[in-house]
């Protein structure tokens, strides 16, 4: 496992575009493990936002937020990010960055299931609102 911590959070009025980025604070992130980004809102179930396997150049995207967000990542900084346009009051939520040193995440299936992944950030918290 490595420990994750994201940035960029903040309030947004409908509309408006955020970018968040994750990085390792502790321990090693390499450039084969899976990454994703999961979202959290009160009362919900954690929901798979966007997820990237570099050594294919594979993502997949949520429904919900496809054509909307993208995921990507610096690997010379080793950074991932999710940048997020046209965001709405639906897309309110806490955002996790997740990593998983095996390579369940080049499937459809496997690749935004919460349970995929290992290694978590704390969250930053997205509001879109008016």
């Known amino acids: 496992q490595v420990e994750l911590v994201e940035s960029g959070g903040g309030s947004v009025q409908p509309g408006g575009s955020l970018k968040l980025s994750c990085a390792a604070a502790?321990?090693?992130?390499?450039?084969?493990?899976?990454m994703a980004w999961f979202r959290q809102a009160p009362g919900k179930e954690r929901e798979g936002v966007a997820s990237?396997?570099?050594?294919?150049?594979?993502?997949y995207y949520s429904d919900s937020v496809k054509g909307r967000f993208t995921i990507s990542r610096d690997k010379a900084k080793n950074i991932l990010y999710l940048e997020m346009h046209s965001l709405q009051v639906e897309d309110s939520a806490v955002y996790y960055c997740a990593a998983d040193h095996r390579t369940s995440c080049s499937d459809s299936y496997w690749a935004l299931l919460a349970r995929t992944y290992q290694s978590w950030g704390p969250g930053t918290q997205v509001t879109v609102s008016s």
């Open positions: 990237a396997y570099y050594p294919t150049n594979t993502s």
């Open positions: 502790a321990g090693y992130l390499g450039w084969h493990w899976c």
